[in-house]
């Protein structure tokens, strides 16, 4: 029996009350908010970070986001966001974020970023490639969905 890797690292947030909808929830928006703080975590963490971008010029570009709501984010609560590299090419990172608040999964993200240099998608620097190969671990059963309906048989 195969047991989860550790996250690659952990950002941590409370729900701030602007944050809250006409729901009284939540609103979808901040989700992404605390997830993208989440991400720069890990730009961090594989060497993609503040002093990277001012060396370099250099970044990482949202290229494709998918967002799984799971369950709703009350008031006041304390955010959770783990997150772990699932694929690479020499361009692009793949990330998977989980969304945690007192304890119980409140919604995922799939990130696809592509490294960018002079506005051209560009190779990682060997010495970033190397911190997201030791990194990486492999996709979960979540990663990849898409969103499906019922394929109609004829239009109208």
Same mark, same amino acid.
């Given at each position: ?8 690292? %952990? ?10 909808? &006409?729901?009284?929830?939540?609103? $979808?928006? &901040?989700?992404? #908010? ?26 990482? &570009? ?6 799984? &709501? #799971? ?27 989980? #969304?945690?608040?007192?304890? %119980?999964? +409140?919604?995922?993200? $799939?990130?696809?970023?592509?490294? *960018?240099?002079?506005? +051209?998608?560009?190779?990682?620097? $060997? $010495? ?22 019922? *394929? ?5």
């Amino acid at each position: 029996m195969s047991t989860r890797p550790s996250p690659l690292c %952990t950002w941590t947030e409370d729900v701030r009350d602007k944050w809250i909808d &006409y729901n009284g929830h939540l609103s $979808e928006p &901040y989700y992404v #908010l605390v997830l993208g703080h989440a991400t720069d975590e890990v730009m961090d963490a594989v060497g993609l970070g503040p002093s990277y971008r001012s060396s370099t010029g250099s970044s990482l &570009y949202t290229v494709e986001a998918h967002v799984r &709501y #799971l369950d709703q984010v009350s008031p006041g609560e304390h955010l959770e966001a783990r997150s772990w590299v699932i694929g690479s090419t020499e361009k692009l990172l793949w990330i998977w974020h989980e #969304l945690y608040a007192g304890g %119980t999964l +409140r919604a995922t993200e $799939e990130i696809l970023g592509v490294h *960018v240099t002079d506005s +051209r998608a560009s190779a990682f620097p $060997e $010495e970033v490639a190397a911190r997201i190969r030791d990194a990486l671990v492999a996709p979960g059963p979540n990663a990849s969905r898409s969103i499906r309906v019922g *394929v109609p048989t004829q239009c109208h």
